[in-house]
Nanobody
Framework: QVQLVESGGGLVQAGGSLRLSCAAS????????MGWYRQAPGKQRELVAR???????NYADSVRGRFTISRDNAKNTVYLQMSSLKPEDTAVYYC??????????????WGQGTRVTVSS
């Protein structure tokens, strides 16, 4: 099994910053892409940012220039540095990882989510 554990969410004022972390552990052989998604109340889950094992990144238009995704392959950890936060960034943020397990299976895994609330 593979577990993703997120941390770093919380309450912040508009214009502030937060850094999310997500550590993967368990029966991991290798991790392909890792990403962050978010789901606001009453809305569908959406991609925020994604990073490949080679370091290529892509971002949602709404966060490009304000958020930065990075990863530490040695630690199986992905980060999301969020700056210039806006009230519309309020959501539950979920970590995602595309993992090859030691059992030669490739699966998609999700974290439990961490809540980010941006007050105006």
């Amino acid at each position: 099994q593979v577990q993703l554990v997120e941390s770093g969410g919380g309450l912040v004022q508009a214009g502030g910053s937060l850094r999310l972390s997500c550590a993967a552990s368990g029966s991991i052989l290798s991790i392909n892409a890792m990403g962050w998604y978010r789901q606001a109340p009453g809305k569908q889950r959406e991609l925020v940012a994604r990073i490949t094992d080679g370091g290529s990144t892509n971002y949602a238009d709404s966060v490009r220039g304000r958020f930065t995704i990075s990863r530490d392959n040695a630690k199986n950890t992905v980060y999301l540095q969020m700056s210039s936060l806006k009230p519309e960034d309020t959501a539950v943020y979920y970590c995602n990882a595309d993992v090859w397990t030691i059992f030669a299976r490739r699966n998609d895994y999700w974290g439990q989510g961490t809540r980010v609330t941006v007050s105006s």
